[in-house]
């Protein structure tokens, strides 16, 4: 059987070494890149069966990839590896025409069979994800409505916002998305101010009444 061909789409430079170090000679790792328009650039040229592909980028994230690529490559089919498991980016990038949507506290051997099964013409979710994705085509949850407030956050404040609202410390929280601890804090206090709140209590409650966690 052919060996597949996958291209991973993340800004993190360690979580792609990560990734490649747990997925490369199973499936053949073919590109990677850290933005939109490296990701549009390196996919056109290569042409995987399977794009690991993050939500949130610099550039417009996982949905403008997608965007770009799909009229032009539609052989080609994506696959959500995100730190995020909110309803909104679930089933936006689902709408979006993405065949799966994990998250990144999957294993090595159940990335490897999602990929296969996504290659297959399969639709993957994390047990979690396919919930929302239930609800959301039965009309029981609205994705479409936009919160204002969380319009305001930029999209790596909307990650740090998500993991302190899970009780996630600082220290788990810059070990998760790589970046430091003087960072999130920085991320916090800045959350914290454009939502007019004045703790994290009030932030796990805000969060919670919005289905973000």
């Given at each position: 059987?052919?060996?597949?061909?996958?291209?991973?789409?993340?800004?993190?430079?360690?979580?792609?070494?990560?990734?490649?170090?747990?997925?490369?000679?199973?499936?053949?790792?073919v590109?990677?890149?850290?933005?939109?328009?490296?990701?549009?650039?390196?996919?056109?040229?290569?042409?995987?069966?399977?794009?690991?592909?993050?939500?949130?980028?610099?550039?417009?994230?996982?949905?403008?990839?997608?965007?770009?690529?799909?009229?032009?490559?539609?052989?080609?089919?994506?696959?959500?590896?995100?730190?995020?498991?909110?309803?909104?980016?679930?089933?936006?990038?689902?709408?979006?025409?993405?065949?799966?949507?994990?998250?990144?506290?999957?294993?090595?051997?159940?990335?490897?069979?999602?990929?296969?099964?996504?290659a297959?013409?399969?639709?993957?979710?994390?047990?979690?994800l396919?919930?929302?994705?239930?609800d959301?085509?039965?009309?029981?949850?609205?994705?479409?409505?936009?919160?204002?407030?969380?319009?305001r956050?930029?999209?790596?404040?909307?990650?740090?916002?998500?993991?302190?609202?899970?009780?996630?410390?600082?220290?788990?929280?810059?070990?998760?998305?790589?970046?430091?601890?003087?960072?999130?804090?920085?991320?916090?206090s800045?959350?914290?101010?454009?939502?007019?709140?004045?703790?994290?209590?009030?932030?796990?409650?805000?969060?919670?009444?919005?289905?973000?966690?």
């Amino acid at each position: 059987m052919t060996t597949l061909r996958v291209a991973i789409v993340d800004d993190h430079a360690m979580f792609r070494t990560g990734v490649r170090a747990e997925i490369d000679g199973p499936v053949d790792v073919v590109a990677e890149a850290e933005d939109v328009d490296s990701a549009v650039t390196v996919i056109a040229a290569t042409q995987p069966d399977v794009v690991l592909l993050d939500v949130h980028m610099p550039g417009g994230g996982g949905l403008e990839v997608m965007r770009r690529l799909q009229a032009r490559h539609p052989g080609t089919k994506f696959l959500a590896l995100s730190v995020s498991d909110a309803a909104e980016d679930v089933i936006g990038i689902i709408r979006a025409g993405a065949r799966g949507y994990v998250t990144k506290n999957i294993s090595g051997p159940e990335l490897l069979d999602a990929i296969g099964r996504v290659a297959a013409g399969d639709a993957v979710f994390s047990p979690r994800l396919a919930g929302f994705v239930l609800d959301a085509f039965a009309g029981t949850i609205e994705i479409a409505q936009v919160d204002e407030d969380l319009d305001r956050l930029t999209e790596r404040e909307r990650e740090v916002m998500r993991l302190i609202a899970r009780g996630y410390a600082y220290k788990e929280v810059a070990k998760e998305l790589f970046i430091s601890i003087k960072t999130v804090e920085t991320h916090v206090s800045s959350v914290l101010r454009k939502l007019q709140l004045s703790s994290r209590h009030e932030l796990t409650r805000w969060a919670n009444d919005r289905r973000l966690i």
